[in-house]
């Protein structure tokens, strides 16, 4: 494979994921951890998509499994002038919480364009707790620590091909703000106003990632898709900031709603006493 998971090799072994055995009886409902991780803005669409759609209705399956989903999407409640090192705690802590609920977590990583952003410095003591690589972004820490060094049976990656839906007309007319949510750029110059372009190296990093999952990865864990552009939503997120809606996504999603079905019933199958 490529250099962008030599990590491997440049952190400690990680041990293979063992899933906890089943608690006796079912006078208690048990925990299904759900871990999301993605990049913010441009990945909203999907991620709204899926919360809305997919997310809701795997819920309503656990339910008939005496199982509690639990989303952990911290993006979505992401401050976004939280102090960079409090991001990445509450990353490490919620991903590990998810490993003592399930053993292998449920783990969905959603991908477009942006490698995401790199910490300048990572405290020492998470540092250790997830061998982190320098040069690495968070959410490319995610997906190492999550599914890659244990290669997680329970991961599910769904890699977004392309940025077609920006030449649309109506995306034109959003401007170079709104393009700069999907993809990572760098200052060009240092004229006033500050212009922007995209980041070559980060691109590049995105693109090896993304390599490297469906090399590593069973077929099954991976989707790829190309979705359409929509509309833009009046919702925003963020100060002077844009929502674009997506068309597309419903086999992505659905790809993403089969896959977890299958994981949960081999893990916890239903047999055990499904509610009635």
Known sequence: ???????????????????????????????????????????????KHLVRRTLKELGFFCRSQRL??????????????????SIIRACINELDRAKAENGDPFFLYLGGNRYGWIPDEVPADLARRWGW??????????VLEGAWRSRNPNAFFALRDGMGFTEHPRFQKRGAEEYSNFVDTVRAGAGSPATFKRDAWSHKRQQRLHSEIEARFD?????????????????????????????????????????FK???????????????
């Open 1 to 47: 494979g490529g250099r962008a998971f030599e990590a491997e090799a440049r952190a400690p072994s990680v041990a293979r994921a063992v899933r906890p055995p089943p608690r006796e009886g079912w006078d208690e409902w048990r925990q299904v951890r759900l871990y999301v991780s993605s990049t913010f803005l441009d990945m909203n669409p999907e991620r």
């Open 68 to 85: 509690h989903l639990l989303v952990c999407d911290l993006r979505m409640g992401a401050r976004h002038e939280a102090p960079p090192e």
């Open 133 to 142: 690589v320098e040069g690495f972004s968070l959410t490319a820490m995610e």
């Open 219 to 259: 077929s099954s864990q991976v989707v790829r898709y190309t979705p359409g552009y929509m509309s833009a939503d009046s919702e925003n997120l963020l100060p002077k900031t844009l929502s674009v809606k997506l068309s597309g996504l419903d086999p992505m999603s659905a790809s993403t709603l089969s896959f």
């Open 262 to 276: 299958g994981r949960i019933q081999a893990l916890y199958p239903a047999s055990a006493a499904p509610l009635l």
